[in-house]
């Protein structure tokens, strides 16, 4: 049994500070920042409340005072015409980046489906199917 550090509540760029200031407590001196971190949508109409890098540069803004280096994660894509990419140049380019949701992932893990190489390590799933069967 591995405890959280603190569960996500998707409140968008502040939630990323505290993450940080979470961090910062148990020892960390860099954390890693995803695109839309923390994101949120509207119940009403879907539309995201942050854009995709707020947290990313919210936080960089504060890591000087809070003694931690912010380190963000680019939107990468994966084309059959150039590999990994980021979404930006994929869009620019004419690229068609190859999708692969987070539940249909989940679906073909546990049933034992094939999972492409370009979406997860053969590692990564042999590792993922061993701890669903030990769970």
């Not at 939630?15 to 860099?30: D, F, P, S, V, W």
């Not at 680019?74 to 190859?98: C, D, R, S, W």
Request: charged share 25%; with cysteine.
């Amino acid at each position: 049994y591995q405890r959280r550090v603190h569960g996500m509540h998707m409140a968008g760029p502040r939630e990323a500070i505290q993450h940080m200031i979470l961090r910062k407590n148990y020892g960390c001196t860099h954390f890693i920042i995803g695109r839309d971190m923390a994101g949120s949508k509207s119940s009403i109409d879907g539309e995201d409340y942050y854009g995709p890098y707020d947290a990313q540069e919210f936080a960089q803004s504060h890591a000087a005072e809070l003694g931690m280096q912010t380190v963000p994660s680019l939107n990468l894509v994966y084309t059959k015409e150039e590999g990994y990419i980021t979404a930006e140049h994929a869009k620019e380019a004419g690229l068609h980046p190859l999708k692969l949701s987070g539940t249909e992932f989940r679906k073909r893990l546990r049933g034992g489906e094939d999972i492409p190489e370009w979406f997860a390590f053969k590692s990564v799933v042999a590792a993922l199917r061993e701890g669903e069967r030990d769970s």
